[in-house]
């Protein structure tokens, strides 16, 4: 199975700031890497595929970028509904697997 | 407007068997790949199985292998997970998804397994 380890697990910043989440896969994956964010009480949301793809109507702040086993997700500058949990998945391979999330808190 | 809509889910006791379903629409679904995910009270996001557009492939997390079986009524639009042998471990929020990079979720259904 391929593991997908997240760095931070969460991360205080303020609004404005540019925050950058990085995700690394066991083994290469090519670019078969997505983003997800998740409110509070609510379903992932799907932000970027294919690891630099953006998923339609997600705003440009969102980008993403990586191939092979290192992947990053930034975010250019905060804005207070940004405030999530975000999560990277690998579909390179069965079985899926998931991050372990980055919780992105106030400061 | 794509839609995913998932029902089934309640309280079971532990051995217990429970189907769920997931209603689509706004989008040629005999063409997409489908997924569920469940998120644990508390916890991350985990995979548990996917079907191809035909129906004829299935996959399965180790977890729920031989236990949890994935279907789909192309001619219905809708996506099902008969899950038996429930255990607690199981309890969960499970989403439906389209596709195997998950570019659309439903809003879940909470299975729930206890005495």
């Known amino acids: 199975d391929i593991q997908m380890t997240q760095s931070p697990s969460s991360l205080s910043a303020s609004v404005g700031d540019r925050v950058t989440i990085t995700c690394r896969a066991s083994q290469g994956i090519s670019n078969s890497l997505a983003w997800f964010q998740q409110k509070p009480g609510k379903a992932p949301k799907s932000l970027i595929y294919a690891a630099s793809s953006l998923q339609s109507g997600v705003p440009s702040k969102f980008s993403g970028s990586g191939s092979g086993t290192d992947f990053t997700l930034t975010i250019s500058s905060l804005q207070p509904e940004d405030f999530a949990t975000y999560y990277c998945q690998q579909y390179n391979s069965y079985p899926l697997t998931f991050g372990g999330g980055t919780k992105v808190e106030i400061k | 407007e794509v839609q995913l809509l998932e029902s089934g889910g309640g309280l079971v006791q532990p051995g217990g068997s429970l189907r769920l379903s997931c209603a689509a629409s706004g989008f040629t679904f005999s063409s997409s790949a489908m997924s569920w995910v469940r998120q644990s009270p508390g916890k991350g996001l985990a995979w548990v199985s996917t079907?191809?557009?035909?129906?004829?492939?299935?996959y399965y997390a180790d977890s729920v292998k031989g236990r949890f079986t994935i279907s789909r009524d192309n001619s219905k639009n809708t996506l099902y997970l008969q899950m038996s042998s429930l255990s607690t471990e199981d309890t969960a929020l499970y989403y439906c998804?389209?596709?195997?990079?998950?570019?659309?979720w439903g809003q879940g259904t909470l299975v729930t397994v206890s005495s």
């Open positions: 079907v191809s557009g035909s129906g004829s492939s299935t």
């Open positions: 998804a389209r596709d195997s990079r998950l570019g659309f």
